[in-house]
C-alpha cells in the first residue's frame, strides 16, 4: 500500500498532494518530495497528475464520441451509439430548456462540459490505493524514486487549479459574448445602470462586479468542495483496513454504501456544472 509505514495523519497527506513538477529556489527544475518543497515552488508549478489525468480524459472522450458518429447507423442504434444518443438528447433537452438564443456553441459546449466532469470525477470511484501503488512501482522499478515520496493523486477535481481552470474557461466566454452581443457600451452599461439606473451607479457597480466575479468562483468552489470531501472519506474508510477483520469488514460495507451514493453526487456535479454554464451563457445573450 502507497501509506506503508505512514501514520494516520501522514497517509492522508500523502493522498492528498498533489504530484509537483516546479522551479524550486534552491534545487532549480524538480518534483517535489513534500508538501513544503511543493509550496516553496510557487505558483507557476505544474501539478503532473492533474494535467495528465484531466488531458488523458479528455483525450478519451473525444475518440470515444468521434467513433460513434463515424459510425454511427440509421434505425435502431445498439450497444454504446445508444448509450450516446441518450447522453447527447439529456444535454439537448438541458440546452433548450436553459438557453433561449441562437449559437450553434453551446451545445457542444454542453456536452464536453458535461461529459469530461462526469470523467475526472468518475475516478473517485478506484480504490485510493490501487493506481498510487502503481505509479509508486512504475517510479521505484524504472525511475528509481522512493514510493513514500511519490504523490499521485487520480482525481483531477479535487485539485482547485482545474475545476478553475475550466471554470474561468467559462467566465472569459461569459463575458466574450456579453460584448459580443451587447457592445462594449451595453456591457459596461449594465453594471452600471443596473438595477437602480443612473442614480445608484456606485451601487449598481459593486452589486454587479461582485455578481460577476463570484460566478466562476462559486463554479469552481462547489465542484471542487464536493469532490475534495468525497475523496476524502473515501481515504478515512481505506483507513478501517489497517485496523483488524472486523473494522475492515465495517469499513468495506462503509466503502460499498459510500461508493454508490456518490454515483449520485458526481453525476449530479457534472449536470450542475453544465447548467450553470448553459443559463451563463445564456445571460450573456440577453440584451437589455
Given at each position: 500500500?502507497?501509506?506503508?509505514?505512514?501514520?494516520?495523519?501522514?497517509?492522508?497527506?500523502?493522498?492528498?498532494?498533489?504530484?509537483?513538477?516546479?522551479?524550486?529556489?534552491?534545487?532549480?527544475?524538480?518534483?517535489?518530495?513534500?508538501?513544503?518543497?511543493?509550496?516553496?515552488?510557487?505558483?507557476?508549478?505544474?501539478?503532473?497528475?492533474?494535467?495528465?489525468?484531466?488531458?488523458?480524459?479528455?483525450?478519451?472522450?473525444?475518440?470515444?464520441?468521434?467513433?460513434?458518429?463515424?459510425?454511427?447507423?440509421?434505425?435502431?442504434?445498439?450497444?454504446?451509439?445508444?448509450?450516446?444518443?441518450?447522453?447527447?438528447?439529456?444535454?439537448?433537452?438541458?440546452?433548450?430548456?436553459?438557453?433561449?438564443?441562437?449559437?450553434?456553441?453551446?451545445?457542444?459546449?454542453?456536452?464536453?462540459?458535461?461529459?469530461?466532469?462526469?470523467?475526472?470525477?468518475?475516478?473517485?470511484?478506484?480504490?485510493?490505493?490501487?493506481?498510487?501503488?502503481?505509479?509508486?512501482?512504475?517510479?521505484?522499478?524504472?525511475?528509481?524514486?522512493?514510493?513514500?515520496?511519490?504523490?499521485?493523486?487520480?482525481?483531477?477535481?479535487?485539485?482547485?487549479?482545474?475545476?478553475?481552470?475550466?471554470?474561468?474557461?467559462?467566465?472569459?466566454?461569459?463575458?466574450?459574448?456579453?460584448?459580443?452581443?451587447?457592445?462594449?457600451?451595453?456591457?459596461?452599461g449594465e453594471l452600471a445602470f443596473q438595477p437602480f439606473g443612473k442614480a445608484g451607479i456606485v451601487?449598481?457597480?459593486?452589486?454587479?462586479?461582485?455578481?460577476?466575479?463570484?460566478?466562476?468562483?462559486?463554479?469552481?468552489?462547489?465542484?471542487?468542495?464536493?469532490?475534495?470531501?468525497?475523496?476524502?472519506?473515501?481515504?478515512?474508510?481505506?483507513?478501517?483496513?489497517?485496523?483488524?477483520?472486523?473494522?475492515?469488514?465495517?469499513?468495506?460495507?462503509?466503502?460499498?454504501?459510500?461508493?454508490?451514493?456518490?454515483?449520485?453526487?458526481?453525476?449530479?456535479?457534472?449536470?450542475?456544472?453544465?447548467?450553470?454554464?448553459?443559463?451563463?451563457?445564456?445571460?450573456?445573450?440577453?440584451?437589455?
Amino acid at each position: 500500500m502507497s501509506g506503508e509505514g505512514l501514520t494516520s495523519g501522514e497517509y492522508i497527506k500523502h493522498h492528498l498532494q498533489n504530484m509537483t513538477f516546479g522551479n524550486h529556489p534552491v534545487e532549480g527544475w524538480v518534483m517535489a518530495t513534500s508538501p513544503e518543497q511543493a509550496k516553496e515552488m510557487g505558483f507557476w508549478a505544474f501539478h503532473i497528475d492533474s494535467l495528465g489525468w484531466s488531458f488523458g480524459l479528455a483525450i478519451m472522450f473525444f475518440f470515444a464520441f468521434r467513433s460513434v458518429a463515424k459510425t454511427a447507423t440509421t434505425g435502431v442504434p445498439t450497444g454504446f451509439q445508444n448509450f450516446v444518443e441518450m447522453i447527447i438528447e439529456f444535454v439537448n433537452d438541458s440546452v433548450r430548456g436553459s438557453f433561449s438564443a441562437k449559437n450553434d456553441l453551446v451545445a457542444p459546449l454542453a456536452l464536453t462540459v458535461f461529459a469530461w466532469v462526469f470523467l475526472m470525477n468518475l475516478m473517485d470511484l478506484v480504490p485510493v490505493d490501487w493506481l498510487p501503488m502503481f505509479a509508486g512501482w512504475v517510479g521505484s522499478t524504472f525511475f528509481g524514486a522512493d514510493p513514500h515520496h511519490l504523490y499521485f493523486k487520480v482525481v483531477p477535481t479535487t485539485d482547485p487549479n482545474v475545476t478553475f481552470g475550466m471554470a474561468l474557461g467559462v467566465f472569459w466566454l461569459m463575458l466574450y459574448y456579453s460584448v459580443k452581443v451587447k457592445g462594449l457600451g451595453g456591457f459596461l452599461g449594465e453594471l452600471a445602470f443596473q438595477p437602480f439606473g443612473k442614480a445608484g451607479i456606485v451601487v449598481n457597480l459593486i452589486l454587479e462586479v461582485v455578481s460577476l466575479i463570484s460566478k466562476p468562483i462559486s463554479l469552481a468552489l462547489r465542484l471542487f468542495g464536493n469532490m475534495y470531501a468525497g475523496e476524502t472519506i473515501f481515504i478515512l474508510i481505506a483507513l478501517m483496513y489497517s485496523g483488524g477483520l472486523a473494522i475492515g469488514s465495517f469499513g468495506g460495507l462503509l466503502q460499498l454504501g459510500w461508493a454508490i451514493f456518490h454515483i449520485l453526487i458526481i453525476t449530479l456535479q457534472a449536470f450542475i456544472f453544465m447548467t450553470l454554464t448553459i443559463v451563463y451563457m445564456d445571460m450573456a445573450h440577453q440584451d437589455h
